[in-house]
Structure formats: C-alpha cells, structure tokens
C-alpha cells in the first residue's frame, strides 16, 4: 500500500520534535485523499522548499502518525535526520540507491 503524502508544516513541533498535524494544509490534503489518522500510520511528509538555484523542490520525510494526549492533537514522528529534497530522492531512485538523502542547506 502507498503511504498518504501529507503536508506538514516541519516548524511546527512539540517538544519531542513530533510534527504536529494540525495545519489547514495537513487538514485539507487529510480530507481531500480521505485518510484517517490512526496510530502507528505511516505517513510521507511533505512541505515547500526550494533548491540552491531556488526552483521548486518539496522537502519530504517518513513518519508514524499518534495522537499526542498531551497535545490534543495527532502528531507524527519522523527521523529529522531523514528529511530530504524530492529531487534528491528522484536521483537516488535513478542511480539505484534507495536510501534517502539528507536536504541540501
């Protein structure tokens, strides 16, 4: 099964560094592919960004979605070690390398 991809603003964190998945656009693509949040469902995880030549290239990161009590909200846990650009990815698709690589600073 393909794993939703969902907007997520990477600013907004708990203090476990948990993505809170409460943004108008977490929402909104929640309710647009009709995924309900369950825990331990797994997510990719995506915002805008863009490359060093500033062209468009979305950020994107794995995470297991939970409802946080203390939050009142769901959450999601990523590897924020393991946040990468969509055209890093594609290359490393392409030269057949399926770890993610890490977003260019």
């Not at 929402?27 to 030549?53: H, I, M, N, S």
Request: hydrophobic fraction near 40%; charge should be negative; proline fraction near 4%.
């Amino acid at each position: 099964m393909v794993q939703p991809k969902i907007y997520a603003d990477f600013q907004n964190a708990d203090r476990q560094g948990r993505l809170r998945l409460n943004t108008v656009g977490t929402l909104e693509d929640l309710a647009e592919q009709k995924v309900e949040l369950r825990d331990g469902l797994r997510l990719t995880l995506c915002a805008e960004d863009v490359d060093d030549q500033g062209r468009p290239d979305e950020l994107l990161v794995e995470g297991v979605a939970a409802f946080s009590a203390e939050e009142r909200c769901w959450v999601a846990a990523i590897d924020w070690t393991a946040i990468r650009h969509a055209s890093a990815a594609r290359d490393a698709q392409l030269n057949g390398v399926n770890q993610p690589a890490p977003a260019r600073k």
